[in-house]
T-cell receptor
């Protein structure tokens, strides 16, 4: 269901290390998933997406893994940089085409230590 | 490409004032736009789906008479918070999807910080 969090879990990583951010989604019928990055005071920025007929997709320095069996999504960031510090949200798509909507996860704050 | 512009970025006003927020898709047409609300350290909560030329679809618990949505063209949707009160203070964010194509991400504006005194 919809996610409402009272605080954000935080992942702290050393610059240059790889980061893995996890997300559990709720609807087994969801067919499309998106990862967004949100910096303070700004709107979410698209990072990468994946359809439910795939289990892995790679972008530049990022990889998304989808495990439909356990309804789990992860975002891997290679060689994490200070500019990667932000809050990361996964989103799942409910509905069909013209009536679909995105349901956002509770988010994870990524802190990159220099 | 896929730029969404939101205006204003910040509003501070007195209780009882109505506030209009604009959301524009700058380089694409958006049949559907979405309005979200985000409280500090929380996730985005969908308020309503705005469809060009028709009435908006509101999520459960969102008052349609309080949050008026107008999607007058394929590049503009507006959200009006009527008779705003301190509890309406929040970060309002809009998004848009390119046309009717499936499996396209929503693209977000940079939000409007609304503070009601």
């Amino acid at each position: 269901g919809e996610s409402v969090g009272l605080h954000l879990p935080t992942l702290s990583v050393q610059e240059g290390d790889n980061s893995i951010i996890n997300c559990a989604y709720s609807n087994s019928a969801s067919d499309y998933f998106i990862w967004y990055k949100q910096e303070s005071g700004k709107g979410p920025q698209f990072i990468i997406d994946i359809r439910s007929n795939m289990d892995k997709r790679q972008g530049q320095r990022v990889t998304v893994l989808l495990n439909k069996t356990v309804k789990h999504l992860s975002l891997q960031i290679a060689a994490t940089q200070p500019g990667d510090s932000a809050v990361y949200f996964c989103a799942e798509r409910w509905g069909m085409d013209s009536s679909y909507k995105l349901i956002f996860g509770s988010g994870t704050r990524l802190l990159v230590r220099p | 490409g896929a730029v969404v512009s939101q205006h204003p970025s910040r509003v501070i006003c007195k209780s009882g004032t109505s506030v209009k927020i604009e959301c524009r898709s700058l380089d694409f047409q958006a049949t559907t736009m979405f309005w979200y609300r985000q409280f500090p350290k929380q996730s985005l909560m969908l308020m309503a789906t705005s469809n060009e030329g028709s009435k908006a679809t509101y999520e459960q618990g969102v008052e349609k008479d309080k949050f008026l949505i107008n999607h007058a063209s394929l590049t503009l949707s507006t959200l009006t918070v009527t008779s705003a009160h301190p509890e309406d203070s929040s970060f309002y964010i809009c998004s848009a999807q390119i046309g009717d194509r499936s499996y396209q991400p929503q693209h977000f504006g940079d939000g409007t910080r609304l503070s009601i005194l």
